[in-house]
């Protein structure tokens, strides 16, 4: 089993529709989590935290569940500018993470 | 402004020739790291340094070599040794925190050997 999954996609939604990408992960010992957003041939920029239950910032929602040892992002309101591919990361500790190899989001007019 | 500069954004190099990417930070962050990028897969940490001076090897560190003279810089070698380098590089770095270690990127070299 890989150490983190995550549906490769695409998701492909109109404009002002909520999507949400699922993320497992293996090692149930992780205490921090975080999605990041990579554009096409750009480098990955942290989008959000999560270190409790969740996390919320304007239109974006994670929530994690410890239990069943998934995170979830929700976005509200799909912009345009929203396309890109939703890379979901665990810290394994020590300071090191594992990525996911992404989810893509095409959000179309 | 602070950030993270790798360079250069391509590179283009033989077959057994060794090259070396160059990362600077000026986030004052203690902790640096390489990954690469391969089409489909996720990020593989090649190696990391947690603190000047000192460093340790990621998943693939075989066919590359690290040094950390200063907390600014941490360049990465792709020696001839390493299979497959043609890939996108990226460097990270964080500071340390309780919680967890949020890491920012740099722009990334794609490197192409021929």
């Known amino acids: 089993r890989k150490e983190v999954e995550q549906d490769p996609g695409p998701f492909n939604v109109p404009e002002g529709a909520t999507v949400a990408f699922n993320c497992t992960y293996s090692n149930s010992a992780s205490q921090s989590f975080f999605w990041y957003r990579q554009d096409c041939r750009k480098e990955p920029k942290l989008l959000m935290s999560v270190y409790s239950s969740g996390n919320e910032d304007g239109r974006f929602t994670a929530q994690l569940n410890r239990a069943s040892q998934y995170i979830s992002l929700l976005i509200r309101d799909s912009k345009l500018s929203d396309s890109a591919t939703y890379l979901c990361?665990?810290?394994?500790?020590?300071?090191?993470?594992?990525f996911g190899t992404g989810t893509r989001l095409l959000v179309s007019p | 402004d602070g950030g993270i500069t790798q360079s250069p954004k391509y590179l283009f190099r033989k077959e057994g020739q060794n090259v070396t990417l160059s990362c600077e930070q000026n986030l004052n962050h203690d902790a640096m790291y390489w990954y690469r990028q391969d089409p489909g897969q996720g990020l593989r940490l090649i190696y990391y340094?947690?603190?000047?001076?000192?460093?340790q090897k990621g998943d693939i560190a075989e066919g590359y070599s690290v040094s950390r003279e200063k907390k600014e810089s941490f360049p990465l070698t792709v020696t001839s040794a390493q299979k497959n380098p043609t890939a996108f590089y990226l460097c990270a770095s964080s500071g340390f925190s309780r919680q967890g270690s949020e890491q920012y990127f740099g722009p990334g070299t794609r490197l192409t050997v021929t």
């Open positions: 990361v665990v810290n394994k500790g020590f300071q090191k993470l594992v």
């Open positions: 340094s947690q603190i000047v001076n000192d460093f």
